[in-house]
Nanobody, 119 residues
Framework: QVQLVESGGGLVQVGGSLRLSCAASGSGFSITSMAWYRQTPGKQRELVAS???????NYADSVEGRFTISRDNAKNTVYLQMNSLKPEDTAVYYCNAGLWFHGTFLRSWGQGTQVTVSS
């Protein structure tokens, strides 16, 4: 069993910063890509940023230049540094990982962490 546990969400004012973390725990797995998604009520979950196990990154246009995704492969952890936050960044943020688990490729999701940007 592989679990993704997120932390770091909360309430912040416009222009502020937050850092999200997501750690994978368990045994017998090997992570490939990791990503952050977000979702607001009534809307589809959208990709915010992704990172390959080689460090290649990809960002949604809406966060390019403000958010930075990074990972620590030794700790099986992915981070999302969010700067210059806007009210439209308010959402539940979910961590996602593609991983090999006992020979089977899986996509695992975290439980989500709320980010609220107040004006």
């Amino acid at each position: 069993q592989v679990q993704l546990v997120e932390s770091g969400g909360g309430l912040v004012q416009v222009g502020g910063s937050l850092r999200l973390s997501c750690a994978a725990s368990g045994s017998g797995f090997s992570i490939t890509s990791m990503a952050w998604y977000r979702q607001t009520p009534g809307k589809q979950r959208e990709l915010v940023a992704s990172i390959t196990n080689g460090g290649g990154t990809n960002y949604a246009d809406s966060v390019e230049g403000r958010f930075t995704i990074s990972r620590d492969n030794a700790k099986n952890t992915v981070y999302l540094q969010m700067n210059s936050l806007k009210p439209e960044d308010t959402a539940v943020y979910y961590c996602n990982a593609g991983l090999w688990f006992h020979g089977t490729f899986l996509r695992s999701w975290g439980q989500g962490t709320q980010v609220t940007v107040s004006s």
